[in-house]
């Protein structure tokens, strides 16, 4: 089955600086890769998501990679700010609509 | 358009009880998905549902947990007995069509505390 590797498990940034999370994945029929968000006692928010016919996709401060061959997809965060502090989660989809998350990152954005 | 609902919000029981969780998916999606997140990990899938038919049930503790989503709208996730480790956050989400990448709407979960 599906396997979500997501590092680092946390994260501490200054304000202004970038902020990069990496995951990889082990099923190659894996064609949907979404990013959650998700603050203290809150539902897991979607910020950005990437098929896998698409190399790259931006979003204002959001971007995400994915590399197919390698089996890796990374979210990059610039100007990074205290609001973008929480746990982020990496998830992969199979065809079938099964959804694996990572582990998450905590990331602290520190002023 | 209205999201997916869950019920209760908090739960606490001792632990042999049993319990029940409640969801109704937003209206039209066919998938619907119990995750299990223990405080400090991610979302764990316990079961997807295609209408009434399951899809992967492949990470429930089936010799405790049942789920059913017996007309394809809502469902209900069970644990009998309880255990001391279910306690965590069950999240129902749906989608309308997952495997074309669809998003997930996910609900507000039930907070269930086993003591």
């Known amino acids: 089955g599906e396997n979500v590797e997501q590092h680092p498990s946390t994260l501490s940034v200054q304000e202004g600086d970038s902020a990069v999370i990496k995951c990889t994945y082990s099923?190659?029929?894996?064609?949907?890769f979404p990013w959650y968000k998700q603050e203290l006692g809150k539902r897991p928010q979607l910020i950005i998501d990437?098929?896998?016919?698409?190399g790259e996709k931006k979003d204002q401060r959001i971007a995400v990679t994915l590399n197919k061959t390698a089996k890796h997809f990374s979210l990059h965060i610039t100007e990074t700010q205290p609001e973008d502090s929480a746990v982020y989660f990496c998830?992969?989809?199979?065809?079938?609509?099964?959804?694996?998350f990572g582990a998450g990152t905590q990331v602290v954005v520190t002023p | 358009e209205a999201g997916v609902a869950q019920s209760p919000r908090y739960k606490i029981i001792e632990k042999r009880q049993s319990v029940a969780f409640w969801c109704n998916p937003i209206?039209?999606?066919?998938?619907l998905y119990w995750y299990q997140q223990i405080l400090g990990q991610g979302p764990k899938l316990l079961i997807q549902?295609?209408?009434?038919?399951?899809?992967?049930d492949s990470q429930l503790p089936k010799d405790r947990f049942s789920a059913e989503r017996l007309k394809g709208v809502d469902s209900t996730l069970k644990i009998q007995p309880a255990k001391l480790e279910d306690s965590a956050v069950y999240l129902c989400?749906?989608?309308?069509?997952?495997?074309?990448?669809?998003?997930?709407?996910f609900g507000s979960g039930t907070q269930l505390s086993v003591l």
């Open positions: 998830a992969a989809q199979t065809l079938w609509g099964k959804l694996q």
């Open positions: 990437i098929r896998s016919n698409v």
């Open positions: 989400a749906s989608s309308s069509n997952p495997g074309q990448g669809e998003k997930l709407f």
């Open positions: 209206s039209g999606h066919a998938t």
């Open positions: 099923d190659s029929a894996s064609n949907y």
């Open positions: 549902f295609q209408n009434n038919g399951v899809v992967d």
